[in-house]
């Protein structure tokens, strides 16, 4: 991966309040791109005028997260205008938890 997104990819992590995952999660141990106490993130970017979601990228994340005991949440971001962030609805709770989190932290 170019260190520009490598490094965009860091940022985003942060600032969504979660730990980066070296090597995008290349690795053996840490899996997805970014991870949290409760949460495991996948990461697409792109400067471009769209994105490809493919569905095996999502049961990557889901079987990821089930195997790590988190909350999958997939983060699309479409510099430099928008970073959106999406889940399935049988999480909001636990989602609701984690942005009162980080707004309460200031961080977003």
Same mark, same amino acid.
């Given at each position: 991966?170019?260190?520009? $997104?490598?490094?965009? =990819? *860091?940022?985003?992590m942060? %600032?969504?309040?979660?730990?980066?995952?070296?090597?995008? +999660?290349? @690795? $053996?141990?840490?899996? =997805? *791109?970014?991870?949290?106490? %409760?949460?495991?993130?996948?990461?697409?970017?792109?400067? +471009?005028? @769209?994105?490809?979601?493919?569905? *095996?990228?999502?049961?990557?994340?889901?079987?990821?997260?089930?195997?790590?005991?988190?909350i999958?949440?997939?983060?699309?971001?479409?510099?430099?205008?928008?970073?959106?962030?999406?889940?399935?609805?049988?999480?909001?709770?636990?989602?609701?938890?984690?942005?009162?989190?980080?707004?309460?932290?200031?961080?977003?």
């Amino acid at each position: 991966m170019p260190k520009k $997104w490598s490094k965009r =990819e *860091d940022e985003v992590m942060i %600032e969504l309040g979660l730990k980066p995952t070296k090597q995008s +999660g290349a @690795g $053996w141990l840490e899996k =997805e *791109d970014g991870h949290g106490e %409760e949460i495991i993130a996948q990461l697409k970017s792109t400067e +471009g005028k @769209g994105i490809t979601v493919r569905r *095996d990228d999502v049961k990557s994340l889901f079987y990821n997260a089930a195997v790590s005991h988190k909350i999958p949440v997939f983060v699309i971001d479409l510099m430099p205008s928008y970073l959106l962030v999406a889940f399935s609805p049988e999480n909001y709770k636990e989602i609701y938890e984690w942005l009162k989190c980080l707004y309460e932290s200031g961080d977003i």
